[in-house]
C-alpha cells in the first residue's frame, strides 16, 4: 500500500491544475450559468485566480499532510483517514464529470477528471486488499470523508476572503495621468 499513498497529493495538484487555470476564464464567459444554477454557482461569484488558487493551496495542505504521516507511521487509523480523503477526491472527479454531462459544455475539472477517475478507483481497490476494514478504520474513513467535506467549505470561504482583500486592495489604485 506504501507505494500509493504518495500518489494522493500528486493526483490531487494535477486534477487542481486545470480547476486553477481554468475556472476564472470559464465562469466569465460563461455568465448564463449564474441565472440557470444559481445556487452551485454563488460559491463561485467574484472568483479570481488568486483566490482560487489560496483554496486549492489550502485544500492540499491535509492532501500532502495525511499522506505523508501514513507513508512515514504506517497504521490503521492514518490509512483510515487517507482511504476516506482518496475516496472524497475519487468522488469529486464523478462530481466534475457530472456537472459537465448535466450542462453540456466542457468544464475545466473534466479533462483531469476523466484521466484521474479509473486510476483513482484502480487505487482504491489495489489498497483495499491491505486495508483492514475493522470498525476502527471504517470510523476514519468516514472522519476522512466528512474532513474532506469540511475542508472544501474552508477552502471556499478563504477563497472568497482573499477575492474580497483582493477587490478592496484595488480600490487604492489610481492610473497616473498621463
Given at each position: 500500500?506504501?507505494?500509493?499513498i504518495l500518489l494522493l497529493p500528486i493526483i490531487f495538484i494535477f486534477h487542481d491544475m486545470e480547476e486553477i487555470i481554468g475556472f476564472v476564464p470559464f465562469f466569465r464567459k460563461n455568465l448564463?450559468?449564474?441565472?440557470?444554477?444559481?445556487?452551485?454557482?454563488?460559491?463561485?461569484?467574484?472568483l479570481t485566480t488568486e483566490g482560487m488558487a489560496v483554496g486549492v493551496y489550502e485544500e492540499f495542505i491535509p492532501f500532502f499532510g495525511i499522506s505523508l504521516l501514513a507513508y512515514y507511521f504506517p497504521g490503521r487509523v492514518l490509512y483510515g483517514l487517507w482511504y476516506g480523503i482518496f475516496l472524497s477526491m475519487t468522488a469529486h472527479f464523478i462530481v466534475h464529470i457530472g456537472h459537465t454531462l448535466y450542462i453540456r459544455k466542457y468544464i475545466p475539472s473534466f479533462i483531469t477528471s476523466i484521466i484521474c477517475l479509473p486510476i483513482?478507483?484502480?487505487?482504491?481497490?489495489?489498497?483495499a486488499a491491505f486495508v483492514n476494514f475493522d470498525i476502527l478504520t471504517?470510523?476514519?474513513i468516514i472522519v476522512g470523508i466528512l474532513l474532506m467535506i469540511a475542508n472544501l467549505r474552508l477552502a471556499h470561504m478563504l477563497s472568497h476572503f482573499v477575492n474580497r482583500k483582493l477587490r478592496s486592495a484595488e480600490s487604492y489604485y489610481f492610473e497616473l495621468p498621463e
Open positions: 500500500m506504501k507505494e500509493y448564463y450559468l449564474y441565472e440557470r444554477f444559481p445556487k452551485v454557482m454563488n460559491a463561485y461569484r467574484g483513482s478507483i484502480l487505487i482504491l481497490i489495489k489498497c471504517v470510523t476514519f
